[in-house]
């Protein structure tokens, strides 16, 4: 194989590890750059609290116009990542809510760029997650499948 994971999906950092004790917003990233986004967090969850994870598109890198997708989008997670590495699928959402498990998790969002409101130029996107517990530890990577512009040294998504 003469590809490497770079030229395949590009890793951007969305969110850098922190706690959850307020609310969370990732960088914004021009989705409309790739074919397919993923985003992946991860949580280190250290209080019983929920986590509740949203996705979000915005006219402009800074949030401009941002508001709530609306078209689900495939949802997979792992509530238990030291018991397994199984990926459940989850019902088609627009948002996902972890249980209050004192537990590692995976959760993966499955984003098609021509699914976002691009006809009124929504094509940045972002993830957020509400305010859960200072114990929880939350990051997350956005994962750009079959760039538009592919190189060995792929162009920024991050405006």
Known sequence: ????????FKPVMALENQTNAGALTGDYVKASLCHMLYIVVSITQGAANTCALTIEQATTAGGGSTKAITNTVPIWSNLDTA?????TRR???VSYTTDAGVKNKIVIFQIDPSSLD???EFDWITVKCGASNAGNIVGAMYFFGGLRYADSAPPTQIA
């Open 1 to 8: 194989m003469n590809t490497t994971l770079p030229e395949l």
């Open 83 to 87: 018991a397994s590495d199984t990926l």
């Open 91 to 93: 019902t088609d959402a």
């Open 118 to 120: 691009t006809e009124n």
